[in-house]
């Protein structure tokens, strides 16, 4: 039987190994033998039905290599990566290999007329490369190509659900173990039934924000490069606060299940039970506790293994005893007993669109740079009942502002002030050297009275409420006038001159004094505590008047008894002797109603005479000649006294006819 190798393809499944020098081969139930000899040499096909074949030496042909495959792969399971190409030309078969990557061992050779192949039983997560080329009829080897393909990722395992609380937003903290030599970045997904999802590429992921009494079913899904995995078993969590420190449990049935009793277990390691054939169970469950929840079923078979754990903690418990006080106007302290189950607290200040917060662990909270006379409504989370932790307080008043004094006479000023607090009463302080003054009032003004002379005031403001007292102002510094000399004397020096002397004045650094009548004035400008004026004219009644100036330029005008010079001096002194050893002294009339007295003193004796108010003369008797003597003529005061200051003339003689004045001669 002549057989050509064009007809064996259309009737043989035929295999080709070059590395051989035999090829078994099939057709229906007959078995054939190829042998292929030296190169240059034909080759013999022999077979049980006596037909040969001769075919020529694969490596003689004058044709080039076959196309490596284009392939394409992609991973359906987390076990099983597909392989596919497009036919090659003149290609009969394919032989593919595979092998996971880092491993120098071939996990298997497949042989392939088709174009794509599944490899199965693949560990998930993991990265395989994968060779293939292809065969012709005669036997020839095509190029080989390659391709990389991970499988999907394992599904998560050991998925956990609990409750936790991020301030009073309440989430799904859900956790699983992870893969540690998968191939690659893994991304979760986890998904909720009630459209919550949280990606991640850690082992846990947060759903939030969930709502009480609400019943979740969960899965979880890993991804990488090749897909998705298949998602977790579903999780079912149902756990409802129903009411104040009580919960309920809640759990899909079972078939075949005749009672169920639920496993309580608190931190502390005590248990409790629950016995039902109902779906759920309600028991008590205080603020701030965790509980580890399990359910088993029952039935005259016995009971079930322990199905999902559920660790659920109770809304944190309200804090107790809070305490709001004031630090200063704008600083608020807050504290309370420590809540149990709480790990931090959340202070809030709230005023209109205003908030302060605080965030501790510790149950103590001071909120600072707040708003003075302003109301706040003071919260403490973490709480369950909001209103039972909210605590009004009201700031002490502002500061008041824009001091101003504004002096009525010596011993008064006017303080006013912006008054910008709603319901405040307000206290002005005056502090002086020596004293303190203050007035109180409602209004933005106040009177200051009985101020000292002489004094240097701080006046501030402060303003107080029920809500507190607020700083005081700032100051303001107010000097009043310097204060009149007590004591003013005023002593005639000479006819014409008067020396003016007090006593100390507070507050007074310059003195102006004057002498003032319808004749002139005399002044003097001074420092001191006395001056000397001139100009003073004799039987004249002076006002006394005085101005004492302080540092800053304050003065006060004082005024004191007036002041009466001296009556004038006689003038035109003249002697004249008379009979029997008298002497007449004359003067020129001064027309005042003052007595006079006429003194003349010698060496060995002495003599005066007195003249009524109006006389212009008297007589000295029983002069001794031959003397000098010192003639003075002085009005009497009204005290009788002698002004002491009008002038003495001296005369001389041997002979009561021949007095001589021994002084130079006047116009008078």
């Known amino acids: 039987m002549g057989l050509t190798p064009h007809a064996l393809q259309k009737s043989l499944d035929l295999f080709y190994c070059l590395n051989s020098t035999t090829t078994i081969f099939s057709c229906s139930s007959e078995r054939y033998s190829i042998h292929t000899h030296p190169r240059n040499t034909s080759s013999t096909l022999r077979a049980s039905l006596a037909s040969v074949v001769t075919i020529p030496d694969p490596s003689m042909a004058n044709i080039k290599n076959l196309a490596p495959p284009q392939l394409s792969s992609s991973s359906p399971s987390n076990s099983s990566i597909v392989v596919s190409w497009h036919p090659v030309a003149h290609a ?62 394992q599904t998560p395992a050991s998925v956990s659900v609990s409750v936790v609380m991020n301030g009073s937003v309440a989430g799904l903290l859900v956790s699983w173990e992870l893969d540690q030599e998968v191939y690659g970045p893994i991304e979760y997904n986890v998904m909720s039934d009630l459209s919550l999802i949280c990606k991640t590429t850690s082992s846990s992921c947060t759903l939030s924000a969930v709502g009480c009494g609400e019943v979740h079913t969960i899965q979880v899904t890993a991804s990488n490069e090749a897909g998705p ?10 756990l409802v606060e129903s009411s104040e420190g009580n919960c ?17 277990e608190t931190a502390g390691s005590s248990v409790e039970t629950c016995n039902t054939t109902s779906n759920n169970c309600t028991f008590h469950c205080p603020c701030g506790q965790t509980y580890l929840l399990s359910v088993l079923a029952f039935n005259h078979a016995g009971s079930s293994p322990q199905g999902q754990v559920l660790n659920y903690t109770t809304l944190v418990c309200c804090p107790e005893d809070v305490l709001v006080s004031a630090v200063s106007t704008d600083t608020l302290e807050i504290s309370w007993k420590p809540s149990r189950g709480a790990v931090l607290y959340e202070t809030r200040a709230a005023h209109s669109s205003e908030v302060i917060l605080c965030n501790d662990t510790a149950p103590l909270c001071v909120l600072s740079d707040l708003s003075c006379d302003t109301a706040y409504s003071v919260v403490v989370i973490p709480c369950n009942d909001m209103s039972g932790s909210v605590s009004p307080f009201s700031l002490a008043p502002c500061m008041p ?12 000023v006017t303080v006013s002030w912006m008054a910008n607090n709603r319901a405040a009463n307000y206290t002005v302080s005056a502090n002086g050297d020596d004293d303190k003054h203050i007035c109180s009032t409602n209004e933005s003004s106040c009177d200051i009275t009985d101020l000292s002379c002489g004094s240097t005031y701080e006046v501030s403001v402060e303003a107080n409420s029920t809500a507190g007292q607020s700083l005081p102002s700032y100051s303001e510094f107010l000097e009043t006038e310097p204060c009149c000399p007590v004591n003013l004397t005023v002593d005639q020096v000479t006819q014409a001159m008067t020396n003016v002397s007090w006593s100390h004045a507070k ?11 319808s004749r002139g004035h005399a002044r003097c400008h001074t420092q001191d505590s006395h001056c000397l004026m001139g100009c003073i004219t004799c039987s004249t009644n002076y006002t006394v008047t005085m101005e004492a100036i302080s540092h800053s330029g304050r003065r006060s005008n004082c005024t004191y008894q007036g002041f009466s010079s001296s009556p004038c001096c006689p003038s035109g002194v003249k002697l004249y002797s008379t009979t029997s050893n008298s002497l007449r002294v004359y003067w ?9 007295i006429a003194e003349m003193v010698g060496r060995n004796s002495n003599y005066n005479c007195t003249a009524a108010p109006g006389d212009n003369s008297c007589d000295f008797g029983s002069v001794q000649c031959g003397d000098i003597y010192r003639i003075v003529v002085a009005p009497l005061t009204q005290e009788g006294s002698k002004v002491q200051f009008c002038p003495a003339r001296l005369y001389s003689g041997n002979s009561m006819s021949n007095f001589i004045y021994r002084g130079k001669r006047s116009v008078d």
């Open 507 to 517: 507050g007074a650094r310059l003195f102006i004094a004057t002498l003032t009548s």
């Open 248 to 264: 309920t449990l809640t759990w899909k049935t079972v078939a075949h299940a005749d009672s169920y009793m639920a496993l309580i």
């Open 401 to 412: 502002n824009n001091l101003m004094l504004n002096p009525k006479n010596s011993s008064c």
């Open 92 to 153: 009969v078969q394919y032989t593919l290999s595979i092998c996971k990557l880092d491993s120098n061992t071939s996990m298997g050779v497949y042989n392939t007329s088709n174009t794509s192949l599944t490899f199965s039983g693949l560990d998930a997560g993991s990265l395989y490369v994968i060779t293939c080329f292809a065969w012709d009829l005669e036997g020839r080897k095509g190029d080989s190509s390659n391709i990389k393909q991970a499988t999907r990722p």
């Open 588 to 596: 020129r009339s001064t027309g005042s109603n003052h007595s006079s």
């Open 229 to 238: 995995s298949y998602p977790s078993s579903p999780a079912s969590l149902a």
